[in-house]
């Protein structure tokens, strides 16, 4: 009697190769969470793993330390791009190269604008940790095109040590772009566009567009953040949607102009007279502060010596939705007079934070400055916040004038710096 010999195709848990049983899905889940050259090397682990990494939702080119050169980085991130279908949704893409100090060679536009055709929904783009300290502006960040970008996904956009310039900073071709974070870099643009822009970030940057400011127009704005950055303050369009807003003057970010601020008379030359009509310095809003006029939570930094907001404060307009106030030095100016007209136009104030690094000096003055404390009126006033370096009689003359001008004040902290 003949015996047939019983075969048994063999399982993952007889091979001890689980990985490989996994759906595609999975395991390219998992690559994502790898460096893209160690999700690359898998494909030599079995030919099951051969083209898995192909198609992986994330991409994290991060191991700068891994490439000799940039010619090097080149020949990786075209390898690794230029196969992709491009009809596979690419989630995430980062590009943190901080590691090299030359990346003018870099094709950055290139690698952009091919994730873009992925469907990738979340690009951050990060060059340079420090520039030599002898590095010119626009010949040491890497310029992207001078062109707009195109996406129907992208939501989330960080880019940081970049030369944006011109058309690249008009995004109505990305419908769905809610996020925009753009930091240590230079913005040289006379407009930055966005219909669908939830959230803008500019930290650190050089605006600069021909000595005159750069325009935001972002109508469905609801946080807005531009914090230390050298250049002429951006002039900001109605923003109805607005909830936060800080805007933190950087150092040599404006010029005082005698003409503008002090009425001298003659011919004015500022780079300021660009946003005003016929060359004429007295506008008929302003120019600043009406777009942040919608926001529940504001925060308005500056040394005294500048004058971008007091300048404003001429056509101040009502900040009616305001709840929670942070003024520094600019404000406490002419006996801190500024201080007070600007809050007699926030009805809503809850909290006001005062922050004084410097006892202020200032030339410039305001009509009918003489009946402000009397007519100050907070109704609404609970909370005061006052962080100063000493505590002198201007101080004092202060948290007087808000306590006989608000009924409702319940709490005043006094903190030294």
Same mark, same amino acid.
């Given at each position: ?24 899905s999975v395991l390219q ?44 980085l080149n020949e990786f ?90 058309? /690249? ?5 990305? %419908?769905? *772009? $809610?996020? +925009? ?8 643009? !006379? ?27 972002a109508p469905s704005l ?90 404003? /404060? ?5 900040? %009616?939705? *305001? $709840?929670? +106030? ?8 002419? !006996? ?82």
């Open positions: 009697m003949s015996h047939r010999r019983k075969t048994t195709k063999a399982s993952p848990s007889s091979t001890g190769d689980h990985l490989s049983a996994l759906p595609d889940h998992a690559l994502g969470l790898l460096e893209a050259r160690e999700a690359v090397r898998t494909c030599v682990l079995a030919r099951r793993w051969r083209h898995v990494w192909r198609l992986i939702p994330r991409l994290r080119i991060t191991d700068v330390d891994a490439f000799w050169s940039v010619e090097k991130v075209d390898q690794l791009l230029l196969p992709r279908d491009r009809g596979s949704a690419l989630d995430e893409c980062e590009f943190d190269l901080r590691g090299f100090l030359r990346l003018e060679d870099a094709r950055i536009d290139r690698w952009i604008r091919r994730v873009l055709k992925c469907h990738t929904r979340l690009l951050q783009v990060q060059l340079y940790t420090n520039l030599p300290a002898t590095a010119e502006p626009f010949q040491s960040f890497v310029k992207l095109a001078n062109r707009p970008l195109f996406s129907r996904h992208l939501w989330r956009l960080e880019l940081n040590g970049l030369c944006l310039e011109g058309g /690249l900073l008009d995004f109505s071709s990305c %419908s769905v *772009l $809610k996020d +925009l974070k753009i930091t240590n870099g230079v913005v040289s643009t !006379d407009q930055i566009l966005s219909q669908s822009l939830k959230q803008l970030t500019i930290i650190g940057c050089e605006l600069c567009w021909q000595f005159h400011p750069t325009l935001i127009s609801i946080s807005l953040q531009l914090d230390d950055y050298v250049g002429v303050t951006p002039v900001l369009e109605s923003m109805p949607l607005l909830e936060t807003a800080t805007v933190n003057l950087g150092h040599q970010n404006e010029q005082y102009c005698d003409f503008c601020d002090k009425g001298g008379f003659g011919d004015c030359e500022c780079g300021m007279c660009y946003m005003y009509p016929d060359n004429d310095c007295t506008p008929d809003v302003s120019v600043h502060l009406m777009g942040l006029s919608s926001a529940t939570c504001l925060e308005l930094i500056a040394s005294s010596q500048m004058v971008t907001f007091r300048r404003d /404060l001429r056509y101040c307009p009502a900040f %009616s939705k *305001l $709840k929670s +106030l942070l003024l520094s030095d600019w404000c406490l100016v002419a !006996d801190f007079q500024t201080l007070l007209y600007f809050l007699h136009y926030t009805p809503l104030l809850e909290k006001l934070t005062l922050q004084v690094c410097q006892k202020p000096k200032s030339n410039m003055e305001l009509e009918g400055s003489d009946f402000l404390e009397q007519s100050l009126a907070l109704k609404y006033l609970k909370t005061v916040e006052v962080k100063c370096q000493m505590i002198d009689e201007q101080i004092h003359n202060i948290l007087k004038i808000l306590s006989f001008s608000s009924k409702s004040l319940e709490k005043i902290n006094v903190q030294k710096l």
